[in-house]
């Protein structure tokens, strides 16, 4: 079975600060990473993907995210954090074993509050 | 914006009813999987769809069902609808299942909501 965990509900960040967006998995084997971005009454935008290679993963809005084995997270992350950042974040899952058909699992979500 | 479109925004039901959401692919892509999102919480897999065959599915019983035409447009039906399946279902297109690492590409979902 694969899961993500997004331990914080909220996290709030002054504008210009540098976010975190944390994000631990579980899967049976190796797996694909992804990370979603959702604006009120839309439907899911897509950030960015871990699949192999470099730990460190860029992806759209000047987002990354870090790929730690070790520790089974992939925290999402930015340098300076905009206003407009503000939005409802998902992690989610893939494990590499599936193969035949694209289940991917979300976690929970956390609220992105940038304060101006 | 993904060319993945929804229809219709909104849809209020009572118990018992039956509802059915349509999906329109982005252009080029051949897969289409379904998602419900209950208030708070995450998507959670419904089931996929790879030209015009249910090719994986979630944690979901008999009367969540779909098809996949030949233009990869997707339909979700639910049957005897009970007030736990008042959701937003999200439907989300992707170029090909199986082992490629594709992202999705969501459409901005249906509301349901079940009185």
């Known amino acids: 079975a694969q899961s993500v965990a997004q331990p914080e509900d909220q996290v709030n960040v002054a504008e210009g600060n540098p976010l975190t967006v944390k994000c631990t998995y579980s899967v049976s084997g190796n797996p694909y990473l992804f990370w979603y971005v959702q604006y009120p009454n839309r439907g899911l935008q897509f950030l960015l993907k871990y699949i192999t290679g470099d730990n460190l993963v860029k992806g759209s809005y000047g987002f990354e995210a870090e790929f730690n084995k070790s520790q089974t997270s992939f925290h999402l992350k930015k340098p300076s954090a905009l206003v407009s950042d503000s939005a409802l974040y998902f992690c989610a899952v893939r494990d590499k074993k599936t193969g035949g058909y694209q289940k991917v699992t979300f976690g929970t979500g956390t609220k992105l509050q940038v304060i101006p | 914006e993904t060319g993945v479109t929804q229809s219709p925004t909104h849809l209020i039901k009572t118990r018992g009813q039956q509802v059915t959401l349509r999906c329109s692919s982005q252009s080029g892509h051949n897969t289409v999987s379904w998602y419900q999102q209950a208030l708070g919480q995450g998507p959670q897999f419904i089931f996929q769809?790879?030209?015009?065959?249910?090719?994986g599915r979630g944690n979901f019983p008999p009367r969540f069902s779909g098809l996949q035409f030949p233009n990869y447009s997707s339909e979700l039906n639910v049957n005897a609808l009970e007030l736990d399946d008042s959701a937003l279902y999200l439907c989300?297109?992707?170029?090909?299942?199986?082992?490629?690492?594709?992202?999705?590409?969501f459409g901005s979902g249906t509301q349901l909501s079940v009185l």
């Open positions: 989300a297109s992707s170029e090909r299942p199986g082992q490629a690492v594709e992202k999705l590409f």
């Open positions: 769809y790879y030209r015009e065959e249910e090719n």
